[in-house]
């Protein structure tokens, strides 16, 4: 069945780049997406990126997507105590017109200041 | 835009009793709804996709007597725990997604309700 995967934890220093890898499983995924949860909240849409796309760049935010490798990755720039959050990265369920999604496990990004 | 909201953000009730939890999308017209269940440190697990007008779509192993689910407007769907137990009490997302209306085709989600049972 799909699958996305994700690491669990990673630890940044204030100002540096963060980077968050996620593996997917269902190579017809036309979008993918990347959510932010910090404590106690719902889930925040950060970016998304087609399919037929490499890269994405929205402000301190880069996505790039290896459709080869299934390997999607989100890049935050200049990483703050602010950007502390769990991000989960989430595919298109089976077909995509049932709008269902499947999330990763969560990736918790420490910021140290 | 795309802004959904929950209500309540927090519950406490004692064991047997039913809570009511609704989730309205502010700015825009969802005929999907879904529910989701979150535990501490882990991820979100879909329990069922609520269609307007008809009935609720559950995941295996979700009671459907035990969440009600009544999806009765483009912008209203509720969740009601019946007969709840200290093991249901959770952290309760709710997400819409307004289909082509916006172009990232997606979910949008409400803030969670955190539901405790005694």
């Known amino acids: 069945g799909e699958d996305v995967e994700q690491s669990l934890f990673l630890s940044v220093r204030e100002g540096d780049s963060s980077v968050i890898n996620c593996t997917y499983t269902?190579?017809?995924?036309?979008?993918l997406y990347w959510y932010k949860q910090e404590p106690g909240a719902g889930l925040q849409l950060l970016t998304y990126i087609f399919s037929n796309m490499d890269m994405k760049q929205d402000q301190r935010l880069t996505v790039l997507l290896n459709k080869k490798d299934k390997h999607l990755s989100l890049r935050i720039a200049d990483t703050q105590t602010g950007d502390s959050a769990i991000y989960f990265c989430a595919a298109p369920r089976g077909s995509s017109n049932t709008g269902k999604l499947i999330f990763g496990q969560g990736t918790t990004l420490q910021v140290k200041p | 835009g795309a802004v959904v909201s929950q209500h309540p953000s927090w519950v406490i009730c004692k064991s047997g009793t039913s809570v009511k939890i609704e989730c309205r999308s502010l700015?825009?017209?969802?005929?999907?709804m879904f529910w989701y269940r979150q535990f501490p440190k882990q991820s979100l697990m879909l329990m069922a996709t609520?269609?307007?007008?008809?009935?609720?779509?559950?995941e295996q192993g979700v009671e459907k007597d035990k969440f009600l689910i009544n999806h009765a407007s483009l912008t209203l769907s509720t969740l009601t725990v019946t007969s709840a137990h200290p093991e249901d009490s959770s952290f309760y997302i709710c997400?819409?997604?307004?289909?082509?209306?916006?172009?990232?085709?997606?979910?949008?989600f409400g803030p969670g309700t955190r539901l405790t049972v005694l």
């Open positions: 997400s819409a997604n307004p289909g082509q209306a916006f172009s990232t085709d997606t979910q949008y």
């Open positions: 700015d825009f017209q969802a005929t999907t």
């Open positions: 269902d190579s017809s995924s036309t979008y």
């Open positions: 609520s269609n307007e007008g008809s009935k609720a779509t559950y």
